[in-house]
């Protein structure tokens, strides 16, 4: 039998190891021409989890336990490192130092990421299968905040003359604050928070609103790569952000499952 733990980090690799992939890929595209040390050090962590996604590919859910945790370790090095470097390119941002088309809340954002994925490969290696009840509510404001800057990012990259669509992101922009701030305030009750009926209904009311922008996600895609509307999101991105609204649903599912395994 399958081990539970080599499963979802295999599934976590190859999931965040594509994300991290592509922010460097965006990271590249908007630096400028006499940024060149900065695109070479973006192209050598595409690389990076190119080798990466390459190894991955040696790996089954019946590998191993200790190969997998080994891989796991590298993996996380690799995740620190872009972390490290996202956070050197938001810092020169702030300072003026260099000018770039990457908004710095952006490189913010893809910089959480690479947090994330660390500790989730941290965790992993400790036996960590998924979030206590009490952490369940810490992971969904971080994925809340995660859809309301891709709402952002939409509504600031779509063409000013995109009035129905830059409204409709502004609107998603509005919501997810909403939700993110609800989720602070429910994490501040516990541990009365603490109760499976509460945290049944937070999650289902986070579905339904993070179905609903990937759904929005999923018709600017389509939009964006047949050429029907004014925009300066690159296709891939446009799909990045669709992947991640899905990663969101799959994660909520998952918490629901360990909530109903806790009262078994």
Partial sequence: MANPIVARSLDEIRFWSRIMKEHALFLSLGFTYEQQQLIDEANQFIAMFERIEEKLSRFSVNSDLREVQAFNNEVYQAAASIWYYKRKVLGLTLRCEIRTNNYPLLVDHISREAAYFADRLKELNEGKLVPKPEAIIEENVFFLRIMADHA?????????????????????????????????????????????????????QNRVSVASLRDFKKTARELIEECRIKSNIHPLLADHTFREAERFLEIIDLFEASLAGTNN
């Fill in 152 to 204: 952002k990012f939409i509504g600031h990259l779509l063409d000013p003359s995109e009035r129905k669509l830059v409204e409709q992101a502004r609107e998603f922009s509005h919501d997810f604050d909403q939700l993110v701030f609800q989720a602070v305030d429910l994490d501040s009750m516990r541990p009365q928070s603490e109760t499976k009926p509460i945290l049944n209904q937070f999650l289902n």
